[in-house]
């Protein structure tokens, strides 16, 4: 409904009063900044408001060409900043979001009695018109005095119904315990309004109150920061990470190694910027050794790779949480996976470190037996190999290794990045009667994957098969580095896994050490 | 009141920036090419190359480390006094 539509009504002529509000930036919000580049439109809103939501969602697409014509156009929420901005995001609101909380000062200073209201300010700072409602018509001719006003040509919303629709009560005008009330999620549903925030990755999750996210710290800081998690650059503080915790269901206990994943995969020498990015399927698989493996419950045996383990799947999840949401990594937004995979949801495997014939992994990578360790590494989904047959280790091995001659592509060898082998109990039995040791079957995996180069130069190749002679033997890893062994799994079942690599991104393998919570 | 959350999101993270006001013409620009090092990316850029010269404008390339990872400062501030103009051959 325009109240006052005429681009003259409430306060036109008037000088816009300045804006108490916070915005997404570091810089304030101010008059002078919205009009630096010709005028500006602001566009009073509350989130509990129907008639706010079709507001936004008729008038963010325009954002964008409005701000290249010189009209910066900001939605004013009467709520906090991150329900603001999430809820700005889910209607497609491309302008700038600023919020102001109670007792609203903005829409005091601006006398509002309905959201939405849209407030054009012209370049010299003075109120030009207020539309209050949903008024297409009057919006319209908003929209040309600002045009004129620049010398553009503004798109205005769509002839689309309702073209004039009753706002709500501008939270300021009306009583403050009801306001309050207004503003409380109780009564609400507590995890939808989880999904309203966007606080989630497809799943619910659990709320991250304040009480929560103080348990899961544990008495750490929550202010120390962990660094910037890309792409979008988030500060990890520790009180984001354990919201993240909170939000994948772990238990406080387990949160040392979620700290500890979130500050491996911030090494830059993982390239999370890179994996979270890609259009490549790769997760971030968390491998976990050492003592804290049994101290909090996590699973090395039956299923070993899939559900049914809170620790496994949570300690996963929080850290996949901590990309999306803190580094922004959302699919279809800034991940730009082509297709993912399911452990992109969570990805946490324990070692069997008591049942397999080996040093475990974090020894191997420097660290003492007795040192929990979280090591992470850029992987594809598992791919599962059958052996129930072998009676050799070296035909083990062999069927083992050839598994993994497709992983990243058909052709493409040699590969540099690691391909991650988890050996089932049987087959790492096998290997134990033998007496190999685990640079013995490396060692024999590498040199038994490779093919002459004439067989490997169709479809997409690797410049090394390309410069090859057509009978030179090509490798499927350029090193036997390249091929990483665990052992987990459940003790009966002759079915262990390869997890292909995360190419072209220079990652390495992260290792960190879990800090006990007696620092 | 509301229940009191911890947010995940670091709400300092800035929304995307509205894309530069694109030029009519290319004639007597400095455009930079940027190859990030994806794969056959070079050769899309001198087909741009080619046009653009042709179109009248001076050109300069520059190559990131690698593709996967954010371009250095030291090259951003290559590219933001090389020209008035950036062409990125952005992926295979």
Known sequence: MALRADGTGGRGGSPAPELSVHGTGLAPVTIAGLTAGGCALLVFVSEHCPTSALALRRLGPLCQAWARAGLTAVAIFEDPLDLAIRTARRLGWTGQVAAQEAPYPASRDYGLATVPTAVLVGRDGVVAGTVSGWDRRALAALLRAAGEGLGADLAAPPEAEPLTKPGCSSKAAIDPELAAAMSASEGADELEEMFERGWTDGLPVVPPTMERVEAMLGGWDGDESLGLVPPAMGEATLARVAACAVLAGCRPDYFPVVAAAARAVLDPAFNLHGQAVTTQPAGQLVVVNGPVREAIGLNTGMGALGPGFRANLTIGRALRLLVCLTGGAMPGAMDRSTLGHMGKLSFCVAEDEEGSPWEPLHVERGFAAGQSVVTVIGSDAPLSISDHRSRTPEDLAYILAWAAASAWSTNWWPLAEPSVYVICPEHAQMFRDAGWTKQRLRQFMFE???????????????????????????????????????VAGGEAGRYSAVLGPCTGM?????SREVESRGR | MAADYVSPFDERVRAAEPLAPRPASVAGSRVVLLDIRKNRGAEFLDRVETLLTSAGAATTRVTKEIFSKPAALSLIDEIASGGGLVVEALAD
């Not at chain 1, 220079?506 to 992260?510: L, Y």
């Open chain 1, 506 to 510: 220079g990652s390495q393998i992260v």
């Open chain 1, 448 to 486: 038994a994957v490779r093919r002459p180069a004439r067989l490997l130069r169709r479809g997409e190749t690797t410049p090394v098969v390309h410069m090859a002679g057509p009978d030179a033997l090509v490798r499927k890893w350029a090193s036997a580095d390249a091929i990483v062994l665990l």
